[in-house]
């Protein structure tokens, strides 16, 4: 297939060289300031256009790699354009095909196809998108090639409904972003107990990097040591009366969720009493 990128920021840059890896044939790039086409297209050894036409008709498949909010605007753009039979897909975690408004009237077929991971670098990322899971959400008509354009690409693919976008979107932050959020939370309190914040960052360093660790290898039943996974009421007790506001309340409820992975590991225990003192 002929795959033409329309935003030569970080995903498209690292896409392009990606599937370009796996003998696809990449077209050209298309973006807002011509030196990052440009960039990509030597990257991946294709063309820089210097028009949205150029990029539309010339390839069948047309990845807008834009951010988010670019979206809708630049397929407003496009619309017109003969777009009639081609595969037009985006990459928001967040975002459906919907944001194609009216694309079936244009002969086109609309599809979100996100990489589950973190993309940081445009030159250097390329590599990591070998061990993300994708998703696919879009219309019936032409998902068997994308399918297959990832299968060759050897990643797994999820198909999802436009429905669960957000769900689905929500649960990613939760896994990255958020467990970065809590490890900040939990800097600050060394701090209030007289850490100096660059050593309370350092401090917590091995637990983080040992529990991602162990859950990669084990699994997060497996992973899960602490006073929750001990039955320790009393401990818990003690941390929920230390701790106040935000910080109680975030304890308090990941450690609900701490009790299912414990239930988990020991399905013989009764987590029943701990999880009462939890939901006061
Ligand atoms: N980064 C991630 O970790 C990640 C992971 C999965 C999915 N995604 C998704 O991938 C998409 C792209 O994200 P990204 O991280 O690659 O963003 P990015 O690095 O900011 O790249 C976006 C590129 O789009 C170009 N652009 C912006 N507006 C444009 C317009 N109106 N017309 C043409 N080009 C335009 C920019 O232009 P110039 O450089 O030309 O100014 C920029 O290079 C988003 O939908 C995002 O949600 C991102």
Known sequence: MDIGFIGAGKVGTSLGRYLKQHRQHITGYYSRNPLSAKEAAEFTGSKYFSTLNEAVGESEVLFLTVPDGQIGSVWTQIQDLPVAGKIICHCSGLL???VFSEISQKGAFGYSIHPLLAVSQKFQSDQSLSQAVFTVEGAQ????QILRLLKVCGNPVVLLDAGAKEKYHAAAVMASNLVLALNYGAQKLLTECGFAPELAAKSLTPLFLGNAQTAADKGLAAALTGPVERLDLMTVSHHLSALEGADREI???LSLYAVELAR?????RNYEELKGRLEQ
């Not at 008509?141 to 068997?144: D, Y």
């Not at 988990?264 to 013989?268: A, D, G, L, R, T």
């Open 141 to 144: 008509e032409k998902r068997a």
């Open 96 to 98: 459906s095909s919907a």
């Open 264 to 268: 988990q590991k020991h399905p013989q």
């Open 251 to 253: 304890y308090r409820l």
